[in-house]
């Protein structure tokens, strides 16, 4: 079974500048998450799908950050304006279902660098 | 502060040696799940447990509960150079009905040959 896929691997910015990050979740995983992983913590929850709608984006900073799932399977998300701040790893990560009992699997991130 | 705290920040141990982790958390919980992320690779699964188990095994693994204390423990039996990595408790709060992990901070495990 393939896992979750993610690109870019790496990505260096300057702030200010925009990015996008692309995640491909496990085939028939309704939900889909988004985390961002600072160095040094544990991830963050950025925002959580259920196919196509959003679950909970409370942890989004929404003025600069957005997402989209647009048919219930692969999602984007995106950075515009970066700042210094923002240099982390975004991990994407998908599970069969929600609910608290349903394992989430994640991919490997996107390192990404704000200079 | 955050949910799910990790102790030690730190530990280093001889291969064959125990490891024991443990984590605090503060509200109640649906479950409570255990991962291991490699150096610059994704987090993966390792373990649940749910809030009306007290312990459980995997393998070479042993994760405890004690929702009265709120906390949990991990201890990695004779463990292995391969073992090395960062270990992160995340916990499913019980006031939400999807599944929203708060992670902690996690602790740095190197396994010693």
């Known amino acids: 079974e393939a896992g979750v896929a993610q690109s870019p691997r790496y990505k260096i910015i300057e702030k200010r500048q925009s990015v996008a990050f692309w995640c491909n979740p496990i085939?028939?995983?309704?939900?889909l998450y988004w985390y961002q992983q600072i160095l040094g913590q544990g991830p963050k929850l950025l925002i959580q799908?259920?196919?196509?709608?959003?679950?909970?984006d409370s942890q989004l900073p929404k003025d600069r950050f957005s997402a989209e799932r647009l048919k219930g399977v692969d999602s984007t998300l995106k950075i515009q304006p970066a700042k210094l701040e923002d240099s982390a790893v975004y991990l994407c990560?998908?599970?069969?279902?929600?609910?608290?009992?349903?394992?989430?699997?994640f991919g490997p991130g996107t390192r990404l660098t704000v200079l | 502060s955050q949910q799910g705290e990790e102790d030690p920040q730190a530990l280093s141990i001889q291969e064959g040696e125990n490891a024991t982790m443990n984590c605090s958390y503060k509200t109640s919980i649906n479950n409570l799940q255990w991962y291991r992320q490699n150096s610059g690779r994704g987090l993966v699964h390792l373990i649940l447990?749910?809030?009306?188990?007290r312990e459980k095994h995997s393998g070479r693994l042993r994760v405890t509960l004690d929702t009265s204390k709120k906390s949990s423990s991990l201890l990695i039996t004779a463990s292995r150079a391969a073992d090395t990595a960062s270990y992160f408790c995340a916990t499913d709060p019980e006031e939400t009905s999807g599944s929203r992990l708060t992670f902690g901070e996690g602790t740095q495990l190197t396994v010693n040959p």
């Open positions: 085939s028939g995983h309704a939900t």
């Open positions: 799908f259920q196919n196509n709608g959003v679950v909970d």
């Open positions: 447990i749910r809030s009306n188990e």
């Open positions: 990560a998908s599970s069969l279902d929600r609910g608290p009992w349903n394992e989430q699997f």
